[in-house]
């Protein structure tokens, strides 16, 4: 009987995870006229190697639930929808199955587990942002090049590496993720790009711009932004770093692409209690606590940069 052999092809966590991106590759953007996925595009989608990825596309192959495209030089992958039961195999598995485990190589660089907990998730959001990347016609980076060559020469200018992208979260974008930006504009100089965002775009906390402006920073005119607008401009980043309670991240999207995730967990202004001048005190303090940490951050990345 067939379908012992699809579930068997299905029994890996990656083949079953490439599957279903294939299978919702077929119900959202359709940016080119085969509709397909390729192995470049699965390996960062899934941030698996590319041959670990080419192996289970053999495997899925080998049960005819995947069939390949060739376009130039290109070969592409979608599902076998001639073949009897696959397609409903294929909504079966976008419904009701899930991975429940985060393996290694999906965790951060300094250990910690990214917000949530189901690979899954992420697949599927790496894969709308990749063809929605698409349709743009954007090349997607997969990797910045390092300030000096492999024997350690300086680059010329015109080969010099782009700018650290770093985007700082928090729940609104009011307080924490503006100071954050704010310092790294303040000591980044030219090395660093930065933005903020918050899970929900709010209104600009009177206290941070108090106390920035204190600093000679004046952030007044700036208008709070949503993650999801972020995430759906297409804008990659070197850095995602939450800057709120670690629970709330959970909401945060996925940004797909080699992207550090960071977790710099510092106390929501807007329960500061006291008096106004107790209130911009511990402000103040939060906004010591967080340019430090940025500081921090700005000569780890310097000295990566120049490894």
């Not at 609104?172 to 303040?186: D, I, K, T, W």
């Not at 100089?189 to 004046?218: K, Y």
């Amino acid at each position: 009987m067939k379908s012992q052999y699809f579930f068997k092809a299905l029994s890996d966590q990656t083949r079953l995870r490439i599957f279903r991106i294939l299978a919702h590759s077929n119900l959202i953007l359709r940016f080119r006229t085969i509709g397909h996925v390729n192995v470049a595009e699965l390996s960062d989608i899934l941030q698996r190697p590319q041959y670990a990825i080419s192996r289970g596309l053999a495997k899925l192959k080998k049960a005819d639930l995947v069939k390949e495209t060739q376009q130039g030089k290109m070969v592409y992958y979608r599902l076998n929808t001639e073949m009897p039961g696959v397609a409903e195999l294929g909504q079966w598995v976008l419904d009701y199955c899930l991975c429940q485990t985060c393996s290694p190589e999906l965790c951060n660089n300094d250990g910690s587990t990214k917000p949530g907990a189901d690979p899954c998730t992420y697949d599927l959001e790496r894969l709308k942002w990749r063809l929605t990347l698409g349709t743009l016609n954007t090349r997607a980076l997969t990797y910045r090049p390092k300030e000096t060559g492999g024997l350690g020469v300086n680059l010329p200018s015109s080969l010099q590496p782009e700018p650290v992208r770093v985007l700082f979260f928090c729940v609104h974008n009011s307080a924490r993720s503006q100071l954050a930006e704010a310092y790294v504009h303040l000591h980044g100089q030219d090395r660093f790009i930065a933005e903020s965002a918050g899970l929900e775009a709010g209104t600009l906390n009177p206290l941070v711009v108090q106390v920035l402006l204190e600093q000679g920073i004046d952030i007044r005119s700036k208008q709070p932004q949503a993650l999801q607008q972020v995430f759906r401009s297409g804008k990659t980043y070197d850095w995602v770093i939450g800057v709120c309670d670690p629970v709330a991240e959970k909401n945060c999207p996925v940004f797909p692409g080699p992207v550090n995730r960071l977790s710099w967990p510092f106390p929501d202004p807007r329960s500061f209690e006291g008096s106004y001048e107790q209130r911009l005190q511990q402000t103040r303090e939060l906004a010591r606590n967080i340019e430090e940490r940025v500081l921090e951050f700005i000569a780890y990345s310097k000295k990566e940069h120049s490894a």
